[in-house]
């Protein structure tokens, strides 16, 4: 059984000061059942991708947590170190208390020109650390209409996973297929249609890579998940847990979506 992943990404949100409030409204209901036990049957973790600046203070934040609780960083360089201004190193996100990184999220790669090329040097340098790359992809509204879903999918799958071993792809990656119409935009996409590109993804991995690997790799939902959609997409066979952003930020709600998330497995 693949663990299930709720993940929280808060994008440009949530000061430092602020992460601290969250956590202290949101971790409490984990000393209790049924999300005590849930965590601590590994059935289910729950990660967070706040800005660099709050990394320390949320990993500060969960030191006396259950087990079960993850963090990860929005993005990263793929070069050790250098003359990069402005950029963090895989070694730093590893050393700041991360476990999993972002790549090629859609707001990274329309904002601020992340090509396919880049999710590949960023997913090697990753793993280089032993970070786990949670790799998101996704069409847009327009790919979608022009039935394109299924190729453009694949072609970001394939090109930021050229070279991956595929023993890396089992364990230590996660893919997120996030709709670009779906995001931030209150669309979410059925569940079927999610399930579908979702299937078609694990497929493309077990075609390049093995059974092994689709078998063992994690592939989660985004784009406008909320408390009252998740136990329907997580229902799905492929789908094996959520990229939340929006409904992250407020602790009542991410923790209503965790939740529903215990629902699905019948902890
Ligand atoms: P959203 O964002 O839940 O606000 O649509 C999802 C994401 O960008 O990962």
């Given amino acids: 059984m693949r663990r299930l992943l709720i993940a929280g990404n808060w994008k440009m949100h949530m000061?430092?000061?602020?992460?601290?409030?969250?956590f202290k409204d949101f971790l409490p209901p984990f000393s209790e059942e049924p999300l005590k036990g849930a965590?601590?049957?590994?059935?289910?973790?729950?990660?967070?991708?706040?800005a660099f600046t709050s990394l320390y203070v949320a990993s500060f934040a969960m030191e006396g947590a259950?087990?079960?609780?993850?963090l990860g960083a929005q993005n990263v360089h793929w070069e050790a170190k250098g003359a990069?201004?402005?950029?963090?190193?895989?070694?730093?996100?590893?050393?700041?208390?991360?476990?999993?990184?972002?790549?090629?999220h859609s707001e990274r790669r329309h904002l601020f020109g992340e090509t396919d090329e880049m999710t590949q040097r960023k997913i090697g340098a990753l793993h280089d650390v032993s970070l786990k790359p949670v790799f998101c992809v996704g069409e847009t509204l327009e790919e979608r209409e022009k039935g394109k879903t299924f190729p453009v999918v694949e072609r970001q799958l394939l090109a930021g996973f050229d070279g991956v071993p595929s023993e890396k792809l089992s364990l230590e990656t996660v893919v997120a297929y996030e709709p670009v119409w779906a995001i931030g935009t209150g669309k979410t996409a059925s569940e079927s249609d999610a399930q579908e590109a979702c299937h078609y993804l694990r497929a493309v991995v077990a075609r390049h890579f093995g059974k092994d690997a689709a078998d063992g790799i994690r592939i989660l939902y985004g784009g406008s998940v909320k408390p009252g959609n998740t136990a329907k997409l997580l229902a799905m066979d492929d789908i094996d847990g959520v990229l939340v952003g929006g409904a992250s930020l407020k602790s009542d709600s991410f923790l209503d979506i965790v939740k529903a998330a215990v629902t699905t497995l019948g902890a």
Avoid: D, N
Avoid at 40 to 50: C, M, N, Q
Avoid at 93 to 104: D, Q, T
């Fill in 15 to 22: 000061t430092a000061g602020e992460t601290e409030h969250f």
């Fill in 39 to 50: 965590l601590a049957k590994g059935h289910i973790e729950v990660a967070f991708f706040p």
């Fill in 66 to 70: 259950p087990k079960g609780f993850s």
């Fill in 84 to 104: 990069f201004t402005g950029e963090i190193s895989p070694s730093m996100v590893a050393e700041s208390g991360c476990r999993y990184c972002l790549v090629g």
